[in-house]
């Protein structure tokens, strides 16, 4: 059984703080990591992947990967009221993901 | 905009009818998956294709759900006697070679 866990939040942040986004997942054989925004209504958009340890950074975003904790998070710096939505963390097994339940982020003005 | 586009956007059936929905991935994507999302859910897994190959299903697939990807372009998936659990957004996704997948705006189906 292949388990990605995420807590489900809703997690609030006041604008322009960090907004810290967490992600354990079973399965050692994932190589890939994904996180993927979505809206209200909307399908997931893919925001950021990582393959290896350490930090990845990209614009307000950066992926932090740990795969000996089987651990990997997403920090959003000045976080705005757009970045509300739902977090889903996204490992692979294979050619195939498997899918956290998600966090939803609000970010208050 | 990813570029995958999927048919319809809405769907309401009665419960018992059959439904049939069109995923259309990006043009040189060779994989292609299904997933079914429900409120509060993260998307689950259906099945996935590479090429016209359908590669793996999950046990979520009864026998009621059938997909196919004929030519290994666009793919279609059937949900036959519908219930009122199988109401849900259906999402599809494809992907080059490489692991990131892009997902399609989703068909809402409402069984009622």
């Known amino acids: 059984q292949k388990e990605v866990e995420q807590n489900s939040g809703p997690l609030s942040v006041p604008e322009g703080a960090i907004a810290s986004l967490n992600c354990t997942y079973s399965?050692?054989?994932?190589?890939?990591f994904f996180w993927y925004r979505q809206y209200s209504g909307k399908s997931p958009e893919l925001i950021m992947s990582?393959?290896?340890?350490g930090d990845k950074e990209d614009g307000r975003f950066t992926a932090q990967l740990n795969k000996a904790s089987q651990y990997v998070s997403l920090l959003i710096r000045d976080s705005q009221p757009s970045d509300s939505a739902t977090y889903l963390c996204?490992?692979?097994?294979?050619?195939?993901?498997?899918f956290g339940p998600g966090t939803r982020l609000s970010v208050l003005p | 905009d990813t570029g995958v586009s999927q048919d319809p956007r809405h769907k309401i059936t009665k419960r018992g009818q059959n439904v049939t929905f069109r995923c259309d991935p990006i043009?040189?994507?060779?994989?292609l998956y299904w997933y079914r999302q429900t409120l509060g859910q993260g998307p689950e897994f259906l099945t996935y294709?590479?090429?016209?190959?359908?590669?793996?299903k999950s046990r979520l697939l009864s026998d009621r759900f059938s997909a196919e990807r004929p030519k290994g372009s666009f793919s279609t998936l059937e949900i036959q006697r519908t219930e009122q659990g199988d109401s849900a957004m259906y999402l599809c996704?494809?992907?080059?070679?490489?692991?990131?997948?892009?997902f399609g705006q989703g068909t809402r189906l409402t069984v009622v």
């Open positions: 996204a490992p692979n097994y294979g050619q195939n993901f498997v």
């Open positions: 399965d050692r054989g994932s190589q890939s």
């Open positions: 990582i393959y290896s340890n």
């Open positions: 043009s040189e994507h060779n994989r």
């Open positions: 294709f590479q090429n016209e190959a359908q590669l793996e």
């Open positions: 996704a494809s992907n080059p070679e490489g692991p990131e997948a892009f």
